[in-house]
């Protein structure tokens, strides 16, 4: 109702009840306002839009300031509680503890952690106890959850790369195992057996007469002796003659070195006088090259008659035909001419013969 003048009469019962309520409205903000601020709005500014706004600005104001008288109690009766839980714990201590329980903060965290801690479920407990295990193992002294993540994901990753090292070195290991097996098969192979260790030395010496009293018996000692039955490596037995035309082909080959290298040598550096032209070659290469001008220059001659004409096929063709046409009428009109020229430089038939009779 700021829009009527404040003598203007109200007849109507609705204006009437909307101009109450819009006066109960206003008297509501300037009591809000005259809390906030010393002055309240001007007058100009009191209509339904500024009303409207201001009314769910006090509203808004209104609900946080009743959140945080909430807070503010449950953080006064949080205090109560904990005070009363502090005199309690410090009456029923002994007095051995008097000076573990002079932490009002630490007693109240105990606690809180210890209520937190009997109200965790199964899982949550098993949770917690892998968290404290992880960080104990770790050695973090705070352990938060991004901590003890990053930990884990770092002892994964050293797990992997000793598991890969580790099958590396297995199979390093296997190959090494059967290097090392085909190496004592090839050196049993390549080495004889040693003498037994029942026989001595000189045992040929003191058996000898027995050994000539007794020849066969020694015949077939020697043919069952280690020696004898030793099939270990061999050479072949070409390798002498194989040593020998080595040694052969070696030295013929040493022989042709130097001819081969002055052969190399002349192939490397050609001669001067294959690369000095002569004189019937100079008069060979200037002939060919006076024809190719001459040629050159009859080619430029007959594309030069076409110098004029366009570069269209049917174009050109038409021009050419044009300028064979005139050259036909120029011709024309030179015999013409000539004709014209021979008839009135020859005398006639009639005038030659009365000068002839007047002679």
Not at 5 to 19: G, L, T, Y
Not at 36 to 65: I, Y
Not at 292 to 318: C, I, M, Y
């Amino acid at each position: 109702m700021a829009h009527l003048p404040p003598n203007a009469a109200i007849f109507s019962p609705s204006v009437a009840r909307a101009a109450a309520s819009a006066a109960k409205d206003w008297s509501y903000i300037d009591a809000w306002l005259h809390r906030k601020f010393p002055r309240g709005p001007p007058s100009f500014e009191r209509n339904a839009d500024t009303l409207r706004v201001l009314l769910a600005l006090a509203v808004a104001n209104e609900a946080a300031d009743e959140e945080r008288a909430m807070i503010a109690r449950l953080e006064a009766e949080a205090l109560d509680q904990l005070r009363a839980h502090q005199a309690q714990s410090h009456s029923q201590s002994e007095p051995d503890n008097n000076n573990n329980n002079n932490n009002p903060l630490g007693d109240a965290r105990e606690a809180i952690l210890a209520s937190l801690e009997r109200s965790l479920t199964r899982d949550g407990q098993i949770a917690l106890d892998s968290m404290a295990a992880l960080a104990v193992q770790s050695g973090i002294a705070h352990p938060t959850p991004p901590s003890l993540a990053e930990s884990l994901i770092r002892l994964t990753a050293e797990s992997l790369t000793l598991e890969q090292t580790l099958s590396r070195l297995d199979v390093l290991t296997g190959y090494m195992n059967r290097e090392a097996a085909s190496t004592r098969v090839l050196s049993a192979s390549l080495r004889p057996p040693s003498p037994s260790p029942h026989q001595h030395p000189d045992d040929n010496d003191n058996n000898a007469p027995e050994a000539a009293r007794k020849p066969q018996a020694n015949d077939d000692d020697d043919k069952s002796s280690p020696w004898q039955q030793w099939q270990g490596y061999h050479p072949p037995p070409t390798l002498a003659l194989q040593n020998l035309e080595t040694q052969r082909r070696i030295k013929a080959l040493s022989s042709r070195v130097p001819e081969l290298r002055d052969r190399a040598k002349s192939l490397s550096s050609p001669t001067t006088t294959s690369n000095t032209p002569s004189i019937e070659q100079v008069r060979q290469e200037e002939e060919s090259y006076l024809a190719l001008q001459a040629q050159k220059q009859d080619l430029e001659a007959q594309v030069r008659a076409f110098q004029g004409l366009p570069p269209d096929t049917e174009r050109a063709r038409h021009e050419l035909e044009s300028l064979r046409a005139e050259l036909r009428r120029m011709e024309m009109r030179r015999d013409e001419v000539f004709e014209g020229l021979v008839e009135r430089a020859s005398p006639r038939k009639g005038g030659g013969g009365g000068r002839s009779g007047l002679g």
